[in-house]
């Protein structure tokens, strides 16, 4: 039989069953003070036999946290260790036919402003040459529009995860000035060489026919021309804001001169864009199966 104490009093005797109940009710605890025949002094009831066994724990076991890692596209395509074949396949969402009909209207656009430019020296009557001018600026705007979209969309076939430049920035940046002048070469002569990475990682160890990929001389070329074509357009507009020209109406020289570099700079610009615009369908219609 056991006693307890309750209020500094002590209570009992009760049996073995009446402590477990109590302890289970609340009304004593492991602290209270109990005490049996046999026994030298009260202890607490927790360090008795009364003392309910403990509840066994399953053991945890630690899991080493996940940390993750920043993406970061490679240059190439690598299969993991002891796999083979291309990476999985990949279909732009630019379409082939709007790319055809913007590079045909470019072309067309293109081509008339650039002929009514070579045109407009030779018009020496004031009125008609503000009309014709007129004309001239809003052709080559849209021209200027339908370039940017293009290259836009050249980036755009090519967006797989590992293409070096967004579309994004390939023709925002180049809007940047000075800046603009380096990064013309990563958006024309870069697309071309991405061009080319982009067919070995789809198609070249697939065993099938490669599409044709792009020349990288002629971008890289066009590059060149392209910053002697914007500096002399910066040189003209701050002649002209002077009220100056950059030659006078009776110098025939510099103007054949502004001519044929004006022809060479066009005919190097629709052979760099229908090069890139090839490799650009030729893609496309491989992912279509055509």
């Not at 293109?110 to 020296?121: E, G, H, Q, R």
């Not at 890289?220 to 500096?231: A, D, G, M, R």
Request: aromatic share 14%.
């Amino acid at each position: 039989m056991w006693y307890y104490s309750m209020n500094n009093q002590p209570a009992g005797p009760v049996d073995e069953a009446t402590i477990k109940s109590l302890l289970a009710s609340g009304t004593i605890s492991l602290n209270t003070l109990v005490w049996q025949e046999g026994m030298p002094d009260w202890k607490k009831l927790g360090e008795t036999i009364l003392a309910p066994a403990p509840v066994p724990v399953a053991p945890v076991v630690p899991v080493a946290p996940v940390i993750p890692q920043a993406y970061q596209p490679a240059a190439q395509y690598a299969p993991p260790a002891g796999v083979s074949g291309t990476p999985p396949p990949f279909y732009s969402q630019v379409k082939l036919s709007s790319l055809k009909n913007m590079f045909i209207w470019w072309l067309v656009l293109f081509a008339i402003s650039t002929v009514s430019s070579l045109f407009t020296s030779l018009i020496t009557d004031t009125d008609a040459l503000m009309t014709v001018s007129c004309i001239v600026s809003s052709v080559s705007l849209g021209a200027a529009v339908l370039f940017l979209v293009l290259l836009y969309n050249y980036w755009k076939v090519l967006q797989d995860g590992y293409a070096a430049v967004t579309p994004g920035k390939a023709v925002g940046y180049l809007f940047i000035p000075l800046f603009n002048f380096y990064w013309a070469f990563r958006a024309f002569w870069g697309l071309a060489h991405e061009q080319n990475k982009f067919i070995d990682r789809h198609y070249t160890a697939s065993g099938v026919a490669v599409p044709q990929k792009a020349n990288t001389v002629l971008p890289l070329i066009f590059c060149i021309f392209y910053l002697v074509n914007f500096t002399l357009t910066m040189v003209t507009a701050g002649l002209s804001a002077n009220g100056d020209t950059l030659y006078s109406s009776g110098d025939s020289t510099m103007t054949i001169v502004i001519a044929i570099f004006t022809v060479i700079f066009a005919a190097l610009e629709i052979i760099t864009y229908l090069g890139l615009y090839r490799t650009s369908t030729a893609i496309l219609e491989r992912q279509q199966g055509r």
